[in-house]
């Protein structure tokens, strides 16, 4: 028996298939996976994403710590707003994708983790925390729902009352509000519109009940994979590990060389910046019949390549995939499926933003 989440007996209830994700047990579908990401893309759908790690980062130097932890420059966000980082090794690898919350001037954030990677983040941050003053707490009682679709806002605005309600209906996209030991940010995983929750664990089943009551559809850890994939979100330890820099994963944009700051990595990132030769993160979709999965090999004019994610796209009716390649290749390219090589073109994801096809081809 694996983790479980506060929402454990809700999800065996509702009939959820449950299976083991980094150590946590947890619904794969409720039934029909894809009519479940239909119902993200076309009006609302909600998540479990309690196993995520959170984690309070708090102390006078706490600024200063995140600076140097993180490839992104907390500086860039000022208090009630979000940014989505990586933690990295020395060598620029990284070792794990995040996004911080500033909830004070300069000494209270909030980060959230991965939870395969839960252990190896909370020695490494302690590690790294051993010259600053700051404190590093994680928050396990705390649970956390994200609710996603172009209707989102509106069904969880209207379980709401006052401030909450209004947070929900107003926000801006990666900022987020505190009340209490409520958190409401508008961040997600799947390329709509939406909000997530992070609440007390006690008080997460009574809101979830009251979600479905309103016609927000229970959602599982298949539908956001698909979802995920079409929006061209990465996924740690298919997309992107610890033998992966930013540059190689299309998250070039989550790095900031602030003139001065010597986060870990740095020196590495911009060696292999200067040169310019690195592989790189792209889409791929399949012309034809078939399906694109993790680990087919891409060949290209420029050397072979891998598939590092793929999936039949429900939302365009085609498959689609992320694909790690040489420097230089674009265009027409074939993937090797079994004994055969199909036809594939490699396009600039994401695939699909607010419901509709989105990449550009190359």
Known sequence: MGNR??????????????????????????????????????DAGMFDVSHMTLVDIQGPQAREFLRRLLANDVDRVREGRAIYTAMLNEQGGILDDLIVYKRGAEDDYRMVVNCATREKDLAWMKEQAGNFDVAITERPELAMLSVQGP????????????????????????RFAMEGDWMIATTGYTGEDGVEVVLPGEQAPQLWEKMASAGIVPCGLGA????????????????????????????????AFTEGRDFIGRESL?????????????????????????????????????????????TLGESIALARVPAGASGAVEVQIRKRQLPVRIVVPPFVRNGDKAFQET
Do not use: C
């Open 224 to 255: 956001r994979d698909t979802l995920r994939l079409e929006a061209g979100l990465n996924l740690y330890g298919s997309d992107m590990d610890e033998n992966i820099t930013p540059l190689e994963a299309n998250m070039g944009w989550t790095v």
């Open 5 to 42: 989440t506060p929402l454990y007996d809700n999800h065996v209830r509702a009939g959820g298939r449950m299976v083991d994700f980094g150590g946590w047990d947890m619904p794969v579908h409720y039934g029909s996976q894809v009519e479940e990401h239909h119902a993200v893309r076309g």
């Open 151 to 174: 209707k989102a806002r509106e069904r969880l605005a209207g379980l709401l009352e006052g401030e909450r309600a209004r947070q929900v209906r107003e926000m801006k996209p990666f």
């Open 270 to 314: 911009e060696r292999q910046r200067e040169s310019g030769d690195h592989a790189r993160l792209v889409g791929l979709i399949l012309e034809g019949r078939g399906v694109l999965r993790s680990h087919q090999t891409v060949l290209t004019e420029q050397g072979d390549g891998e598939v590092t994610s793929g999936t039949f796209s429900p």
